[in-house]
């Protein structure tokens, strides 16, 4: 029976293709192996919970959490995405929301966030088995996961904490990387393709997987990775709807990742965040760059990290949390240093590695216990309470603005699809909150919200512009004649203000 494990099957990736050759009985029953993974995880899993306790509550740590949460009701209410509910992101994790509502009975975020949890550890027991083939050496494999699990956590506590895109994406990544450096380029591509179904970046590691499956099959390899990881993408595609599925995923986003006009913006918030993720993340990415030196042994692990690159430059938006993409990479880079360090000098690196890691750690985690209520928390806060106490369940209603929050706290469904207005306005975080207008819709956006409108009339139309709740004021009612319309044309008046939000309600409406 063929395995690759150990230092027994240990082949150098840059100059030969890893080969499957017979391993002891003893091994290859595997008891061991199994037994010695198991406790990983454990070990893993002990490690992100502890990590990510301060997640174990109900507040949302940012706006990607409440959006998935509005979307997830959405679903259970009969609605279909892309339909009754769109995103610019695949539609693998709405999905999972949905299921853990639906599992659980509630659409609280604790139980999303025991996934996240796991997701963290499964990526870790990844790495840890890659490490262990790797290098030959079994502490390796403590060494990686548990670097990966303390960086992970090294983010702003909105990009670290929550359950957002990236975190349920990176362990099918890393399968799909484990996979292609096993020879198995078909089963790394549709791997590959359900981490796309989580978040499109993950596409960008195809360029590591090419060049696995090139070097093992030549084009008979890259054709099967490509086709393998085109056809579950397809399949989810005529499930629901060729046309809104690639429109929303793929197509429809041209004006979300255009930086023109603002491309100065973009480089300085790009480097800006690029030093704080340098500052944060400095052990792994100094050891990193000391293991260029192996950089034949290692050209996959380098490839990765560019494809890595590639996802964060996507769109020039530069979010915190679209660095987790690199650290797999980075993680088992920076391990290789550790290994090719004399044994004397490797003692201190990993305890140099272990203070600064840990202190860097305990820095971002403290900041995951807040201690006082952001403005705008406090604003949604207080718009879903009116909402709740002046609606009923069934009823729908709108915010104009950036606070799906709103919708998934009080319980109540978007009177459109469009569980913020950003589309409609051009309003969107990586931008200047002032590049807002007609011109920046989604295409089809206002067509779309008008006729949701007509369909699923709100109770009541709350708009954060007054309130400057997530720099709304950029983006004033009077400034989209359509809406503006539909506001004098349908008799809405403006009745009191929550927290600086304009709450409307129709004329005789109560």
């Not at 913006?265 to 050891?287: D, M, N």
């Not at 006082?372 to 879903?384: F, H, W, Y």
């Not at 349908?490 to 939000?501: C, E, I, L, N, S």
């Amino acid at each position: 029976m063929g395995r690759v494990s150990g230092p027994d099957v240990m082949t150098d990736v840059s100059t030969a293709p890893v080969e499957l050759r017979p391993v002891p009985v003893s091994e290859a029953n595997g008891g061991g192996r199994r037994r010695s993974l198991l406790w990983l995880l454990l070990v893993f899993l002990a490690l992100s919970a502890a990590l990510r306790f301060p997640s174990f509550d109900n507040h949302v740590f940012n706006n990607d959490e409440a959006y998935l949460a509005t979307e997830a009701q959405v679903l259970q209410h009969g609605g279909h995405l892309y339909t009754d509910a769109v995103d610019r992101k695949p539609p693998l994790v709405p999905y999972v929301y949905a299921a853990v509502f639906e599992v659980t009975g509630s659409d609280g975020l604790a139980a999303v966030r025991v996934l996240a949890v796991l997701a963290h550890a499964l990526t870790a027991l990844l790495l840890a088995m890659e490490a262990r083939r790797r290098f030959r050496r079994g502490w390796t494999a403590v060494a990686v996961g548990v670097m990966y699990l303390l960086a992970a956590t090294a983010f702003r506590p909105e990009d670290a904490q929550a359950a957002n895109f990236e975190v349920f994406m990176l362990p099918l990544l890393t399968a799909a990387m484990i996979f292609g450096i096993r020879r198995r380029p078909a089963v790394a591509g549709a791997t590959l393709a359900v981490a796309t179904l989580a978040k499109q970046t993950a596409a960008t590691t195809l360029l590591p997987l090419a060049w696995l499956a090139w070097r093992v099959r030549r084009t008979r390899g890259v054709v099967l990775l490509g086709i393998s990881f085109a056809v579950p993408i397809l399949v989810v595609a005529a499930l629901m709807g060729f046309h809104d599925f690639f429109f929303w995923v793929f197509t429809g986003n041209g004006g979300y990742l255009d930086a023109s006009g603002v491309l100065g913006y973009a480089l300085k918030l790009g480097a800006r965040e690029t030093g704080w993720f340098i500052a944060g993340h400095a052990v792994i990415v100094g050891l990193a760059v000391l293991a260029w030196r192996h950089r034949r042994e290692d050209a996959d692990l380098w490839l990765w990290a560019l494809s890595g690159a590639l996802a964060v430059l996507a769109g020039l938006r530069f979010f915190p949390h679209y660095y987790l993409q690199l650290l797999p990479p980075l993680c088992l880079l920076a391990t290789r240093t550790l290994t090719s360090s004399r044994l004397t000098a490797r003692r201190w690196l990993v305890g140099g590695l272990a203070i600064v890691m840990v202190g860097t750690t305990a820095y971002y985690l403290a900041d995951a216990f807040p201690e006082r209520t952001s403005r705008d928390v406090r604003i949604a806060a207080d718009v879903t309470t009116y909402v709740r106490r002046n609606s009923n369940s069934g009823e729908r209603v709108l915010v104009w603005g950036h606070s799906p929050d709103v919708y998934w706290a009080s319980d109540r469904l978007p009177a459109t699809r469009f569980p913020t207005t950003g589309f409609l306005t051009g309003a969107s975080g990586g931008r200047p909150p002032d590049r807002v207008g007609m011109k920046y819709a989604t295409p089809g956006a206002w067509r779309e919200f008008l006729d949701d409108l007509r369909k699923h009339p709100p109770v009541l139309i709350i708009d954060m512009s007054t309130a400057d709740q997530r720099n709304a004021r950029f983006y004033p009612p009077r400034r989209f004649p359509p809406f503006e319309h539909y506001l004098v044309s349908g008799g809405w008046q403006r009745v009191t203000f929550v927290d600086g939000a304009g709450i409307y309600r129709r004329t005789g409406s109560g």
